[in-house]
């Protein structure tokens, strides 16, 4: 073979590997092209801005914290809250809102259902949950309803009602929220008005926080498949003429199963997020509590205390056993300038510029994770006063009410002593968050040297005014103020 015919040869190879170099590069563009034809989102008109979002959810949120039985378990909400924080990370960045507020609460409720807020608040039901699977199904229902969120929908919805000013539309998706029937979650049929728009989805948007719920899913290690599989679940759950909550507020936009399925086939699971092991562990946790309450239950108020003495149900269900104020009595000096007297049996809590002193049995978590009490008193300083001291305390008042919407006055200012200083009082009326039953605020102040006021708050059911009045008054009298603070 000569030199002649080696060259010639290759001149024939040339040709062929410049073909194969092509083919490959052909089929890696197919393989991109393939990876990237994920479903296009466009997210709806809105004429809302994004702070209009989060006012609209916070309100709504804070009155479903009042309604609804928080399951209020540490290791279970904070299982929760991990799966959606993971989630929240993974929404696309043209979807993400810097300004939203995403949290995650479960509702000691047995019925399936999972709901979520403009602006970030979201509900899920215990029996959601427990009808899951594994963790990557009960991700799925999170991440489409972090959809809604993402994409806007509430607002985008009421954009078609634009005659409605915000401050309505804020009145009514309560009412969508807590006024269904047999203390459902979500209004059925169209009797709240614009709440509906809220959360009761059009089939359109149904099918977007699918996609997007699916892609979300998938850049957060889940398998989006498993979003589709939980759906079936819910819908095998239906059986009779109610069924689940769930399936009333997002509607099945047609072959639900099928797209999501297919839009699956399309993305790339971006590594394992799964922890089947935590997801299991909480379950068994489940399952070791009391049942959870039915939709009925929490309509007629059967609310119950978990341990830790928190109150859980409908606003206002704890029973209250205190007893009455002890007849000796024991000082404290909470702080270096201050000491005074309280009953034998009201214990100490907290310690710097505001501390509470109650008997046991008498304080309780609430469900926006502060606390509250039905007996005792609460002494502390308020800061950046006027100078003025009834000025200063009708501006302590009005921050009471904001927390307390039923808190009313009972009387006017009367003169009082306070740690031999002048000092004013009066009494309000009030609800309490605890029990739902009436009770009476005692607020007692007094100028101190620096300008700050001190006040001293004393809370008791109203049917236990005579003999905690006494106590509040007594309390009141032995305080000892020194000019240091």
Do not use: C
Request: aromatic letters at 6%; a negative charge.
């Amino acid at each position: 073979m000569s030199l002649e015919q080696t060259d010639g040869m290759s001149d024939l190879l040339r040709p062929n590997r410049g073909r194969t170099a092509t083919l490959l590069s052909a089929s890696i563009l197919v393989i991109a092209a393939a990876a990237s034809a994920q479903t296009k989102i466009v997210a709806p008109k809105n004429s809302y801005s994004l702070a209009d979002d989060v006012k609209l959810g916070q309100q709504a949120s804070a009155e479903v914290r009042k309604e609804l039985p928080l399951l209020n378990d540490e290791s279970v909400d904070d299982y929760v809250e991990d799966v959606g924080r993971r989630l929240v990370a993974a929404i696309p960045p043209e979807f993400q809102h810097s300004e939203f507020q995403f949290s995650f609460d479960v509702v000691n409720q047995k019925e399936i259902n999972a709901f979520a807020l403009p602006g970030g608040p979201m509900y899920l039901n215990r029996g959601m949950i427990e009808a899951s699977q594994n963790e990557a199904e009960m991700a799925g229902v999170m991440a489409h309803e972090i959809s809604h969120v993402a994409l806007r929908h509430g607002t985008a919805q009421a954009t078609k009602a634009q005659k409605f000013q915000i401050g309505a539309v804020a009145g009514q998706i309560l009412g969508a929220i807590v006024g269904g029937t047999a203390g459902s979650v979500i209004a059925q049929g169209s009797q709240f008005g614009l709440g509906a728009y809220f959360l009761k989805y059009s089939r359109e948007y149904e099918s977007q926080a699918d996609i997007l719920g699916a892609q979300i899913l998938a850049r957060a290690g889940y398998d989006p498949r498993q979003m589709a599989n939980m759906f079936k679940t819910i819908e095998k759950e239906s059986g009779g003429s109610g069924g689940p909550e769930w399936l009333s507020s997002h509607p099945n936009p047609g072959n639900r199963y099928e797209a999501i399925t297919r839009e699956a086939s399309t993305l790339h699971v971006q590594g394992s997020a799964s922890s089947d092991g935590r997801f299991a562990s909480v379950k068994g946790e489940l399952n070791g509590m009391s049942p959870a309450l039915t939709a009925e239950q929490i309509a007629k108020g059967q609310g119950q205390r978990t341990g830790g003495d928190q109150p859980v149900g409908t606003s206002g269900r704890a029973e209250v056993n205190v007893p009455p104020p002890a007849r000796e009595y024991k000082t404290y000096q909470p702080g270096n300038f201050m000491r005074l007297s309280v009953p034998a049996n009201w214990q100490q809590l907290g310690s710097g510029s505001t501390v509470t002193y109650a008997p046991e049995g008498a304080v309780f978590q609430t469900q926006n994770g502060g606390s509250a009490f039905t007996h005792g008193v609460e002494i502390g300083v308020a800061s950046n006063g006027t100078g003025d001291l009834q000025r200063d305390t009708e501006a302590l008042i009005q921050s009471f009410a904001q927390t307390n919407p039923q808190l009313r006055r009972a009387g006017g200012y009367s003169r009082v002593n306070v740690g031999g200083r002048n000092g004013i009082a009066t009494t309000l009326n009030n609800v309490s968050e605890v029990t739902g039953a009436k009770e009476l605020i005692s607020v007692s102040t007094t100028q101190l040297r620096d300008g700050s006021m001190l006040f001293l708050i004393g809370v008791t059911p109203e049917q236990d005014a005579q003999t905690y009045g006494q106590a509040f008054s007594r309390v009141r009298q032995s305080i000892q103020l020194s000019d240091q603070r």
